[in-house]
């Protein structure tokens, strides 16, 4: 009999919230990272509520609007990723996003990786969020290899539930490196202060963890300051991935943006089966069988 592989000894856990900016402009760095690592570490996304569902809401929501827009277009403008031509509103709760991320989990990495970009694109291409259940789940709907039944249901679920309530605790109990940090990132990554007197992690932050110790990446960083984490806890960890050709990138990540592209492909772009969805910030690329389901090119972009 075969003994059982075992398990990675490098985790890789990323703190993170569907909708929050920081987060949509690491998407680059972090697929590469995925890709270097793929198979080799556990990697784990933690959820951690970025919008919680008792923050107050706002006495003028247009001014709140138009100030948040103008934050995420001085975000992008650091990350190079798209922002929504015109934002609808600023989002009440990242609940149902969680819940819905974290419940397609249970249909495999692949497909949680594609839902998860799809609740990212609500805010920053079509510039509605996906704060409600309606929302998020119509914002999925169609993603390649998705039940969406079985989604729906276990996104309305206890235990995902529950899940999500471990993320959110869990990211408020950040490691002490965090808690005060030195960088010349636009984003350095210093753990925020939360109403009740806690902290909970930058978004997004990567913490790396072996029976060797833990390192921690808070913010936004180039992806060298990543990969370094991870070699000084598994060296050999990561292979730089070769870049893949326009078409194959296109089909293997249903959905890029200029700076992705750069980083994951290389030849002459765009291939031609590529659907182009403009924003305020460049296009986002979109493979046709992403594109015949996707509320971009459903509703048109905003």
């Given at each position: 009999?075969?003994?059982?592989?075992?398990?990675?000894?490098?985790?890789?856990?990323?703190?993170?919230?569907?909708?929050?900016?920081?987060?949509?402009?690491?998407?680059?760095?972090?697929?590469?990272?995925?890709?270097?690592?793929?198979g080799r570490v556990r990697w784990r996304?933690?959820?951690?509520?970025?919008?919680?569902?008792?923050?107050?809401?706002?006495?003028?929501?247009?001014?709140?609007?138009?100030?948040?827009?103008?934050?995420?277009?001085?975000?992008?403008?650091?990350?190079?990723?798209?922002?929504?031509?015109?934002l609808s509103r600023v989002a009440a709760?990242?609940?149902?996003?969680?819940?819905?991320?974290?419940?397609?989990?249970?249909?495999?990495?692949?497909?949680?990786?594609?839902?998860?970009?799809?609740?990212?694109?609500?805010?920053?291409?079509?510039?509605?969020?996906?704060?409600?259940?309606?929302?998020?789940?119509?914002?999925?709907?169609?993603?390649?290899?998705?039940?969406?039944v079985r989604l729906a249901a276990e996104?309305?679920?206890?235990?995902?539930?529950?899940?999500?309530?471990?993320?959110?605790?869990?990211?408020?109990?950040?490691?002490?490196?965090?808690?005060?940090?030195?960088?010349?990132?636009?984003?350095?990554?210093?753990?925020?202060?939360?109403?009740?007197?806690?902290?909970?992690?930058?978004?997004?932050?990567?913490?790396?963890?072996?029976?060797?110790?833990?390192?921690?990446?808070?913010?936004?960083?180039?992806?060298?300051?990543?990969?370094?984490?991870?070699?000084?806890?598994?060296?050999?960890?990561?292979?730089?991935?070769?870049?893949?050709?326009?078409?194959?990138?296109?089909?293997?990540?249903?959905?890029?943006?200029?700076?992705?592209?750069?980083?994951?492909?290389?030849?002459?772009?765009?291939?031609?089966?590529?659907?182009?969805?403009?924003?305020?910030?460049?296009?986002?690329?979109?493979?046709?069988?992403?594109?015949?389901?996707?509320?971009?090119?459903?509703?048109?972009?905003?």
């Open positions: 009999m075969t003994a059982a592989a075992a398990p990675p000894a490098v985790e890789v856990v990323e703190y993170t919230d569907p909708l929050c900016p920081w987060a949509w402009g690491s998407e680059p760095v972090f697929r590469r990272l995925r890709a270097a690592l793929a996304r933690v959820h951690g509520v970025l919008f919680d569902a008792d923050d107050d809401p706002p006495p003028d929501p247009a001014a709140e609007t138009a100030w948040y827009a103008r934050h995420v277009e001085e975000i992008g403008a650091h990350t190079g990723a798209p922002w929504a031509r015109r709760t990242s609940w149902p996003a969680s819940l819905v991320a974290k419940a397609a989990e249970l249909q495999g990495e692949e497909v949680a990786g594609r839902v998860l970009r799809r609740l990212r694109e609500t805010v920053f291409v079509l510039g509605e969020p996906a704060d409600t259940p309606a929302l998020a789940l119509a914002a999925v709907r169609g993603t390649p290899g998705l039940d969406p996104a309305a679920a206890g235990d995902v539930l529950e899940r999500v309530r471990a993320d959110r605790a869990e990211a408020r109990r950040p490691v002490r490196e965090v808690l005060s940090v030195r960088s010349a990132s636009p984003h350095p990554g210093a753990a925020k202060e939360t109403g009740d007197g806690g902290h909970r992690y930058a978004l997004p932050t990567l913490l790396v963890r072996s029976p060797a110790g833990r390192r921690v990446v808070p913010g936004w960083r180039p992806y060298e300051e990543y990969a370094c984490a991870v070699e000084e806890l598994g060296p050999g960890l990561p292979r730089t991935p070769a870049p893949l050709p326009p078409a194959e990138a296109l089909r293997r990540y249903g959905s890029l943006t200029d700076p992705e592209r750069a980083l994951l492909a290389a030849g002459p772009w765009p291939p031609p089966e590529a659907v182009r969805v403009d924003t305020g910030n460049g296009p986002l690329w979109l493979h046709p069988e992403e594109a015949a389901t996707h509320p971009a090119t459903a509703r048109g972009s905003r």
